[in-house]
């Protein structure tokens, strides 16, 4: 079993709606969770992280945690064309100084 | 303007053939960190340095060295490369406190035949 799972999609969107991106982790000491986002030919950006179960809103995009189920969520809303990418769930497990990185989810907004 | 500059951007080398990707950061960070990425497999951590002088292994150390002499520069050297290191390879930076938040370099695209 992988550390932290995700569906490699493609996720295909039209303009406008909600992408749903998931994320599930093994390691329940787990503190911490970040949404990375990757452009092809270009090195990963973070966009979101979420430390405490529940919501947490910044602009278009939404991280939901439930550590509970293990499941970490991207929720980007009024999704654009310039929204597509691939998009790296990262979980710092317990007692390790470093991330773990999932294998990505690509999102494709269609016009 | 805060960058992680990493060279070659892409190489093409031989099997045996020692070789040294550099890595460089103007952020005054403490936390290091190298990376490398290959399809299916995700960002897999090769060694990270809390700080100078200060070099650990990650999940993929094999085959790879590092070394932290000044807190700007972090190279990994790959004494004799393999094929099996064909991989895009990511340096990142981060404070030594909150190593989530990582600044990658533009990546190293490496082939080794």
């Known amino acids: 079993q992988k550390e932290v799972e995700q569906n490699s999609g493609p996720l295909s969107v039209p303009e406008g709606a909600i992408a749903s991106l998931n994320c599930t982790y093994s390691d329940r000491g787990s503190q911490s969770f970040f949404w990375y986002r990757q452009y092809s030919g270009k090195s990963p950006e973070l966009i979101m992280f979420i430390y405490s179960n529940g919501d947490k809103e910044d602009g278009r995009f939404t991280a939901q945690l439930n550590k509970a189920s293990q499941y970490v969520s991207l929720l980007i809303r009024d999704s654009q064309p310039s929204d597509s990418a691939t998009y790296l769930c990262?979980?710092?497990?317990?007692?390790?100084?470093?991330?773990?990185f999932g294998s990505g989810t690509r999102l494709q907004v269609q016009p | 303007e805060a960058q992680v500059t990493q060279n070659p951007r892409y190489l093409i080398t031989v099997t045996g053939k020692k070789l040294t990707v550099t890595c460089s950061q103007n952020m005054n960070h403490e936390y290091m960190s190298w990376y490398r990425q290959d399809p299916g497999l995700g960002l897999r951590q090769i060694y990270y340095s809390m700080n100078v002088e200060v070099t650990d292994k990650g999940d993929v150390p094999e085959g790879y060295k590092v070394s932290r002499k000044e807190k700007r520069n972090f190279p990994l050297i790959l004494e004799s490369p393999s094929p099996n290191q064909t991989s895009l390879y990511f340096c990142?930076?981060?404070?030594?406190?909150?190593?989530?938040?990582?600044?990658f370099g533009e990546g190293s695209r490496l082939t080794v035949l």
């Open positions: 990262a979980v710092k497990p317990g007692g390790r100084r470093a991330l773990t």
């Open positions: 990142a930076t981060g404070l030594a406190g909150d190593f989530g938040e990582l600044f």
